[in-house]
């Protein structure tokens, strides 16, 4: 108590408002500080008074919506739909709005009421232990194993079945990430895969590899000032595609098999032998970034780098390439669907929301400006796509195993990390894995 | 006896009114008591509740002390995790109490500008943790600022430091000793000038010089200052989180060098299956480390000379 008062008196108050206390010490030297309190008085409440007015008034946008929501419910006793998803890039939540938009024009007796969060696994299992979720919502595949096991989602083949909603259009590798016991609990919202990412400036004229063996001798040929040919994350979220193309299955149970240990030692090995390089390594802090800044001439990435490009390295020139391949093709599918809620208290209504949107209409215009490609095979990507959508029979879903984040950021990852830095050897990387698992 | 009786309506008029006293005293308390109740006794109780079920999402079976055998076997979280926060509170506590002593020290001098350096000194306490660290990660990576002047000065260094499994954790540790700094030489300083100046006229007069009166008279005088910040400072590293959490994501990497216990905890609630049981036992076993820490850090400076 007595540190408070202290800290509290006078001579201490100064610091804990620097702009003040400067004035407060020059006025007052010499002079009585009452005088100087009181003269400051009037500005700090008017300054207190603003910054809360401010902050009131910033969510007033947000408020003039919900009238014209509420008018609009008013005139026609619409039902309201909650739907819920993560925080995106701005252009992306701006798409989404103009989809909802669309829909609540096309119905006009259904109400959206959108919310997106950070930290949105976090967020979501308090809402579900609350018994008071979203009647809508993303589903990351990665979360889905672990999510239906608590029976948190509503299985939808009986809505479907009702309203002749087919699933057949949809790639069944994606549609598979969102399946239990042989029911559906969510349709795929978008996807993107893997592609090999080429900067031909700096390919020294050599050809794009399609193989492994071409990639570790076309790496050999390329020279990158202040980089390396190849960029890999320490990172299972790409190495997997790696195990699918050894002929592996991609299950982390399985990770003590030969196509785990082939694929490891390949990709661990392009790290050591200094043909590829991590972005850290290069000042960048993903591969998309490293590749934009010229440190190196090939990355893996996704669909999702090409608008980062374009917005973050406008002049830089690329070409798209499928995955090389092992003994077989493989590539990794990243996925999330639109999922309904088991204590949803609007089924019906939260039904005709997610089927608009998984819908031929509502994917269309969701994937209509490339941020994402569509789960439809009813539904065209744009232009410049083909790379990712080549072979959808070897891309197979990432997720959809028990326990997955866990096993896949905490163990694999840091097992992957301690093998690159030369602290542990992959075989016992591989066997730690599975016993992860267990 | 009339006298008598207008001594005890007094005493009772005292009475009363010590009544009265006491009852607005106990009136004020109430509301910050009942926050307390409802926002730290309950939720702790109702975490030793959780961590007795095999809580998931949703409440489940009672399994007695299964959550608390299990996390007494765990690899992860005690050669991880434990570790890690040890270390990294070892590091930084008195690192952050040196730093704040010595600016503190500093800025209770008569010296030039003085308003301009409290303020600048405890600035990076005002910033949110979570910004900081997303700057440092640029000033620390490979290409970084940090990097580009070690090579001015000759050092050729590349090195990614929040990326790298041995200079992970001591980056943190800096950057946290600096970022809490500030508020510490917040506590010493009110400390510093308890000290009646007295104590240091007669010091002058026997002659002591600055560092022997800093010595012999500042720092042992400190002691209440030093038992808070001590026991501020364990409290605050041992539940270290955000800093990890943005640095290395939910994985604690770059191999789990930045793993802490209350990421750990963050980690077994939502990351992977959901198992707020073991969580809460987590917490429950961090709980009462604090605890017997506080309580040995108590008695090691003895409770008299905290008011």
Not at chain 1, 167 to 187: A, D, E, M, T, V
Not at chain 2, 53 to 75: A, V
Not at chain 2, 210 to 226: E, N, S, V
Not at chain 2, 263 to 271: D, H, V
Request: charged fraction near 20%.
């Amino acid at each position: 108590v007595r540190l408070w008062e202290y800290a509290l008196e006078e001579d201490s108050a100064h610091f804990l408002t620097p702009q003040g206390s400067a004035l407060l010490d020059r006025r007052s030297r010499g002079k009585g500080r009452t005088g100087v309190r009181k003269r400051l008085a009037g500005p700090a409440l008017l300054a207190v008074i603003v910054v809360i007015a401010a902050i009131f008034t910033a969510g007033s946008p947000a408020k003039t919506d919900r009238g014209k929501g509420a008018d609009r419910a008013a005139k026609s006793a619409a039902t309201t739909v909650s739907l819920n998803g993560w925080v995106g890039a701005k252009v992306e939540d701006d798409l989404l709005k103009e989809v909802i938009a669309a829909f609540e024009r096309s119905h006009p007796n259904i109400k959206v009421n959108y919310d997106a969060f950070n930290n949105y696994q976090t967020t979501m299992l308090a809402k579900f232990a609350a018994r008071k979720p979203p009647d809508v919502f993303y589903v990351a595949a990665e979360d889905f194993a672990d999510w239906v096991r608590q029976g948190v989602l509503q299985p939808l083949d009986s809505y479907a079945k009702k309203t002749k909603f087919k699933s057949k259009p949809f790639y069944s590798g994606l549609l598979n990430s969102f399946k239990y016991k042989g029911k559906i609990y969510g349709y795929p919202k978008d996807w993107s895969s893997l592609a090999m990412e080429v900067n031909p400036a700096l390919m020294g004229g050599q050809p794009v590899p399609k193989t492994w063996a071409q990639l570790r001798s076309v790496a050999q040929k390329i020279k990158v000032a202040g980089g390396k040919p190849i960029c890999l994350q320490a990172d299972w979220a790409r190495l997997m595609a790696w195990v699918y193309q050894a002929g592996g299955t991609g299950q982390f149970k399985d990770a003590t098999s030969a196509p785990f240990r082939v694929a490891a030692n390949y990709y661990v090995g392009l790290l050591k032998d200094g043909l590829a390089t991590l972005p850290t390594d290069v000042g960048a802090s993903w591969c998309g970034e490293a590749f934009g800044k010229e440190k190196v001439a090939i990355a893996f990435e996704g669909n999702w780098m090409l608008g980062y490009l374009k917005d973050t390295f406008p002049n830089l020139r690329y070409s798209l390439a499928t995955l090389t391949k092992g003994k077989t093709r493989g590539n990794l599918a990243f996925t999330n669907a639109y999922a309904m809620a088991r204590d949803s208290k609007n089924k019906a209504a939260a039904w005709t929301l997610l089927s608009w949107l998984t819908g031929k209409t509502g994917m269309k215009k969701w994937t209509s400006l490339g941020f994402a490609l569509p789960s439809r095979s009813d539904v065209k990507p744009v232009p410049g796509r083909a790379a990712f959508v080549r072979y959808p029979k070897f891309t197979h879903g990432w997720g959809n195993q028990v326990d997955f984040r866990h096993v896949w950021t905490e163990v694999a990852n840091n097992e992957l990390t301690a093998v690159v830095q030369g602290k542990e050897s992959v075989n016992d990387m591989l066997s730690k894995i599975a016993a992860a698992t267990k | 006896m009339a006298i008598a009786v207008a001594k005890e309506r007094r005493v009772r008029a005292l009475g009363s009114e010590r009544a009265r006293e006491a009852l607005v005293g106990y009136g004020f308390i109430a509301l910050p008591m009942a926050f307390f109740l409802l926002f730290f006794i309950f939720p702790i109780g109702y975490a030793f509740y959780i961590s007795r079920y095999d809580w998931q999402i949703f409440k489940g079976p009672f399994i007695g002390w299964d959550n608390y055998r299990e996390l007494y076997h765990d690899q992860v979280f005690w050669h991880h995790a434990v570790r890690n926060t040890l270390v990294f509170t070892v590091f930084v506590v008195p690192l952050q109490m040196a730093l704040g002593l010595s600016l503190a020290v500093v800025v209770n001098q008569a010296i030039r500008f003085r308003t301009f350096f409290r303020a600048a000194f405890y600035f990076p306490s005002l910033a949110s943790s979570a910004a900081i660290v997303a700057i440092a990660t640029y000033v620390l990576a490979s290409d970084g600022i940090l990097n580009k002047a070690l090579n001015a000065v000759g050092y050729d260094h590349h090195t990614a430091w929040f990326a790298e499994q041995s200079t992970a954790l001591p980056s943190i540790t800096g950057l946290i000793a600096w970022t809490t700094s500030g508020t510490i030489m917040l506590f010493y300083l009110a400390a510093l000038q308890a000290i009646p100046t007295e104590v240091y006229e007669a010091a002058a007069i026997d002659g002591a010089g600055a560092w022997r009166t800093f010595r012999k008279i500042t720092f042992p005088l400190l002691k209440p200052g030093h038992y808070f910040v001590a026991v501020v400072s364990f409290i605050g590293a041992l539940k270290m989180f955000d800093q990890s959490f943005i640095v290395g994501g939910t994985s604690g990497g770059p191999n789990y060098s930045t793993m802490t216990v209350v990421l750990y905890l963050y980690n077994r609630a939502f990351t992977g299956t959901t198992r707020f049981g073991y969580a809460a036992a987590v917490g429950l076993v961090l709980f009462v480390f604090i605890f017997v820490v506080t309580v040995v850090q108590r008695l090691l400076f003895g409770k008299a000379e905290v008011s």
